[in-house]
């Protein structure tokens, strides 16, 4: 077949993502008792109706789903990593969360990572009960209206990389911010530059 008959199969987000858990209780007492998603429906799992398969909305009205089974009991030991395995699931939260995470994680005993200077974003690392590693990570920034996170990140990502630097910090994606919105919003003023008016 030509390369030039291929077409892809455009994706438009993630639909959901589904996780082998350990029991009904542990799964609810973790996904909604500890990270505040709302269980919203159970069932059978399809494929295996022994197991349960459990539904909760991470915040964004998509799903986060979970395989039960009441013989699963949670380990104490990572999940696996190898190739092919999830290495981690991150999650959004808002900086007024984000820096009760420590603290509220410490209260059950739960060991994690610190905050993480990401240079766009803040992050912390824990594990949940079955051994999965979780980030739950804040942006640093809101994207202008109209544009996404995903738009500010790819324009701050040129500007670090025309100016020789590692990795997207502040400055980045201020200046991304102020690219897009010049942009995308017009102005009676004939010059947009900086300026000094003190």
């Avoid at 410490?106 to 009960?129: L, N, Q, T, W």
Wanted: hydrophobic share 35%; glycine share 8%; with cysteine.
């Amino acid at each position: 077949m030509a390369q030039d008959s291929y077409r892809k199969i455009q994706t438009q987000g993630v639909h959901h993502i589904t996780l082998v858990g350990a029991d009904r209780q542990s799964t609810i007492d973790f996904w909604e008792g500890v990270l505040g998603m709302p269980f919203i429906f159970d069932q059978p799992n399809l494929d295996a109706p022994d197991q349960g398969h459990l539904y909760f909305d991470p915040g964004d009205g998509r799903l986060i789903t979970v395989f039960t089974s009441e013989d699963r009991k949670p380990r104490g030991k990572p999940a696996p990593q190898d190739p092919g395995c999830v290495h981690h699931i991150a999650f959004n939260v808002s900086q007024v969360s984000f820096w009760q995470v420590a603290e509220r994680l410490e209260a059950r005993g739960v060991k994690h990572s610190g905050p993480k200077d990401r240079g766009f974003m803040d992050s912390i690392y824990f594990r949940d009960p079955v051994g999965l590693l979780v980030e739950l990570a804040a942006y640093r920034f809101e994207p202008p209206e109209g544009c996404r996170h995903a738009e500010v990140l790819m324009r701050a990502h040129h500007l670090r990389v025309a100016r020789g630097d590692g990795h997207i910090d502040r400055v980045h994606l201020a200046d991304a911010i102020e690219e897009l919105v010049e942009e995308r919003n017009a102005s009676l003023s004939p010059d947009r530059h900086p300026k000094n008016p003190y």
